[in-house]
Nanobody
């Protein structure tokens, strides 16, 4: 029943920045994984960044990034606003894609349930 709406995409020049937002209609505080994916023309959808909620670890939530965006993108979560952000800096033309938000919940018996947003277009010009 969770609905996700992405926003913040647009057209920017190489080296510029964008901040994507993913607003959830339901609570994401109980979610287990929140992530951003992207799909470029002619390519499969790929994971860009994700945050996995910590489970009794001293490090808390863990973040992971694709090698292609590591050091340039930052994923963050605002639980009070039920929003996931993706700060994108030093954008490159190869970052051009439709970006999708995803939240995943782990259920009993190892089952998982996830939800997708409609996507937001990011275009980086040379």
């Amino acid at each position: 029943q969770v609905q996700l709406v992405e926003s913040g995409g647009g057209l920017v020049q190489a080296g510029g920045s964008l901040r994507l937002s993913c607003a959830a209609s339901g609570s994401i505080s109980s979610s287990n994984v929140m992530g951003w994916y992207r799909q470029a023309p002619g390519k499969q959808r790929e994971l860009v960044a994700a945050v996995t909620r910590g489970d009794n670890t001293k490090y808390g939530d863990n973040t992971d990034y694709a090698d292609s965006v590591k050091g340039r993108f930052t994923i963050s979560v605002d639980n009070a606003k039920n929003t996931v952000y993706l700060q994108m800096n030093s954008l490159k033309p190869e970052d051009t894609a439709v970006y999708y938000c995803n939240v995943l919940y782990v259920r009993i018996f190892g089952r998982t349930t996830d939800y997708w947003g409609q996507g937001t277009q990011v275009t980086v010009s040379s």
